[in-house]
């Protein structure tokens, strides 16, 4: 009797989830249209702008100094535990990984890779670009300055712009990129911006970074944001890619056996010479006694199970016990009945 396996309830999350529907015909995939456009050249006239006061060594600098004198860490010690956990949505690590995990589960649901994908260059634009910039300028940050009102640019300092506000930028603002209506759109990326604000004051609030090192971080990590779309047709070809990929490879374990070529040699069996009567007679005995030794013993047999009391005795051969005609079989009427004594 077959039984089956008792479904858990992560079982039928699972299979509820396996019945979702394959990937969605219309995916509102967003393009570079004029308004984003407009958006991406004042974005980077500010970053522009920002880096020409540092340089300079402008009003923006003196702010900097400021800042750093006023000593926020010390001003407002009682929420220091705080700000030290709040920052941390702001690391490269921790927070990669969190949204992977969500956008992972959606790639999932929805059959799809742009998710994934979409995060992965992203990523990979921040890196390059942030990072590039953090070597060319080379400014140190607060706690590393040597001359009071300076700009500490060219020094070797890897400080500017500020790659936790950047990261936050990004990493949040994906989860808006990606999102499915206009609505939610909009809240995620009003919850994005905020906290990107947090970690950006934050990185102030400890001394870690000058003033301008977060406003040209926020500058940098929507950039990102903004250029998205020119990488949606790479995004797209490489999900085609990866699928085509993975059906190559599911075809290879069940591809057919390749068939013999053209013109190849054909084995052929010699013919059985004729042999004797007594030949074959003690060939098909070795065939049926090897047939009986390759069948499973008696008790494993398939077939309709009698009970005991319905089986018929049997003398087995070379027995000691002298046959009895008398006997009948258990349960069986008996065909004579026995004389009655006395009668």
Not at 11 to 26: G, S, T
Not at 84 to 113: I, N
Not at 204 to 229: E, F, K, M
């Amino acid at each position: 009797m077959r039984t089956e396996r008792n479904l858990t309830r992560l079982d039928r999350v699972f299979a509820r989830l396996d019945r979702e529907p394959e990937r969605p015909a219309l995916i509102d995939v967003p393009k570079m249209s004029r308004h984003r456009v407009a958006l991406l050249t004042g974005t980077l006239a500010f970053y522009l702008a920002i880096v020409w006061a540092v340089v300079t060594t402008s009003w923006l600098v003196r702010l900097d100094w400021q800042v750093m004198f006023f000593r926020p860490y010390q001003q407002w010690s009682h929420i220091h535990w705080f700000v030290d956990y709040y920052v941390v949505l702001g690391q490269r690590g921790p927070t990669a990984v969190m949204v992977a995990a969500w956008l992972g589960w959606r790639s999932w649901r929805q059959h799809t890779l742009r998710p994934l994908l979409t995060l992965g260059t992203s990523l990979l634009l921040l890196n390059v670009t942030v990072g590039a910039a953090k070597i060319g300028m080379g400014r140190l940050g607060p706690h590393y300055a040597t001359t009071i009102g300076s700009n500490e640019m060219g020094l070797g300092g890897d400080i500017f712009p500020s790659g936790h506000t950047a990261n936050a930028v990004v990493t949040w603002g994906i989860l808006a990129y990606l999102a499915s209506t206009p609505r939610a759109r909009r809240w995620l990326s009003a919850l994005s911006a905020v906290t990107a604000l947090g970690v950006g004051m934050a990185t102030v609030y400890l001394g870690t970074h000058w003033l301008s090192d977060v406003l040209l971080g926020w500058a940098a990590g929507l950039l990102v944001l903004l250029a998205l779309p020119w990488c949606e047709p790479l995004i797209a070809r490489a999900e085609v890619a990866l699928f085509d990929l993975r059906d190559r490879w599911r075809a290879r374990g069940t591809a057919p056996a390749p068939a013999a070529p053209a013109g190849s040699p054909v084995l052929l069996k010699p013919r059985a010479t004729a042999t004797s009567p007594q030949d074959e007679a003690a060939a098909r005995g070795t065939a049926a006694s090897s047939s009986r030794t390759a069948r499973g013993p008696a008790y494993l047999s398939q077939g309709p199970h009698t009970a005991r009391s319905e089986r018929t005795p049997v003398t087995p051969v070379g027995s000691r016990r002298p046959p009895q005609s008398d006997r009948v079989t258990r349960g069986a009427a008996a065909s004579t009945a026995r004389p009655v004594p006395g009668a």
